[in-house]
């Protein structure tokens, strides 16, 4: 079965941000996405809402048939925003004012006391939650204790390699992790993403254990070129064909 794919949609309220107006809108693209194929749709609230606001969230929430995962911050504030939606899946992630995306994955061991209680909270709700950490056995172990419903592995070091570099440890890396956190071994769903693009996403989706990837930024790249039904029937392509 291939791997799915979470389209991110952040970078279209990017581009309608620029002037605080009403387009591009993050709703239609969301809604051309899963009509291409698109398995679920992310986005990620930020603290300074640098890109998705409130509404779109909510509105995404009445719109879709297909899962909402929202990104976001473990944090009183984001928690008390998103909670009240209701999706699917909340994805808790580092975040920082400064940096222009997310740098480096969740560390779940030293936050423990904290997701412990915030993961406990999203699971009232009836929500599902993954932890967005680096693919470092200590964290997966974690992450099982802390009863986190799935991990999401930063490919981030993967995928900002070097033209020529030799991928290998970096995707074992990958694979050993993988391997931990499957339902099999720890009974996680494993899904990767950040900065995944036509070139390198091969051989992640190749990852047996991996079910899902969430991938944003190329997709959106590509979509200002040929749309972003076919953008997204590309990354689809690529994904079945490795996985």
């Known amino acids: 079965m291939p791997t799915r794919l979470g389209v991110n949609i952040d970078h279209v309220a990017t581009l309608r941000q620029a002037r605080q107006g009403r387009e591009p809108d993050p709703i239609a693209a969301a809604i051309l996405a899963c009509g291409a ?27 879709l048939v297909q899962p909402l995962n929202v990104e976001c911050a473990a944090s009183r504030e984001a928690l008390d925003t998103v909670i009240p939606i209701k999706p699917a899946w909340v994805t808790l992630v580092p975040e920082t004012r400064e940096e222009l995306t997310t740098q480096g994955g969740l560390d779940a061991v030293f936050l423990q006391a904290h997701l412990r209680q915030v993961i406990r909270e999203l699971h009232t709700s009836d929500i599902q939650v993954s932890l967005f950490i680096d ?61 995944l693009n036509l070139r390198n996403v091969g051989p992640v989706a ?8 969430n991938i944003g930024h190329s997709i959106m790249g590509r979509a200002i070129l040929v749309g972003m039904e076919q953008a997204v029937r590309e990354m689809l392509a690529a994904i079945a064909e490795a996985s």
């Open 37 to 63: 194929g698109a398995y679920g749709i992310t986005v990620h609230l930020r603290a300074d809402r640098r890109h998705i606001q409130d509404r779109d969230v909510r509105i995404l929430k009445e719109v």
């Open 135 to 195: 693919p470092q056995i200590e964290q997966v172990k974690m992450a099982s204790r802390l009863e986190a419903d799935a991990v999401e592995f930063n490919t981030g070091i993967y995928s900002d390699l070097p033209l020529g570099a030799d991928p290998g440890p970096e995707l074992n890396r990958l694979r050993e992790a993988a391997g931990l956190a499957s339902r099999s071994r720890l009974g996680l769903k494993v899904l990767a993403g950040h900065g």
């Open 206 to 213: 190749a990852i047996p254990e991996i079910e899902e990837l």
